[in-house]
């Protein structure tokens, strides 16, 4: 079992910027985030694989956020600028079993998932 824990969500006007954090309690590949947006399904924000670096984003996303991970630390980072309304939701921090893939299209599917944190943005 992996245990993730979420922190760095809060309330920015839009056009602000965020950095979200996640510990896991014990290391993984690949990391990534989902976020579960008001009147919507949930849907992948991006992941990182340690292995290469390679990292990928919903397209919504591109360009405005940045993942990475310490592996020293165990912990992935995303990095939100130029935040819009519509990026407002709970994000959570997930991490795939061994034999999932590691990639965007295959987050919402991954085992491990943290709680969540909060990022409201405001027009």
């Known amino acids: 079992q992996v245990q993730l824990v979420e922190s760095g969500g809060g309330s920015v006007q839009a056009g602000g910027s965020l950095r979200l954090s996640c510990v896991e309690s014990?290391?993984?590949?690949?990391m990534g985030w989902v976020r579960q947006t008001p009147g919507k399904e949930r849907e992948a924000v991006a992941a990182?694989?340690?292995?290469?670096?390679?990292?990928d984003y919903a397209n919504s996303v591109k360009g405005r956020f940045h993942i990475s991970k310490d592996r020293a630390k165990n912990t992935v980072l995303l990095e939100m600028n130029n935040l819009k309304p519509e990026d407002t939701g709970v994000y959570y921090c997930?991490?795939?079993?061994?034999?999932?893939?590691?990639?965007?299209?295959?987050?919402?599917?991954?085992?491990?998932r943290g709680q969540g944190t909060q990022v409201t943005v405001s027009s």
């Open positions: 997930t991490a795939p079993v061994r034999g999932q893939v590691c990639d965007a299209g295959s987050m919402i599917n991954w085992a491990y």
């Open positions: 014990k290391y993984t590949q690949c």
């Open positions: 990182v694989d340690d292995s290469d670096g390679y990292a």
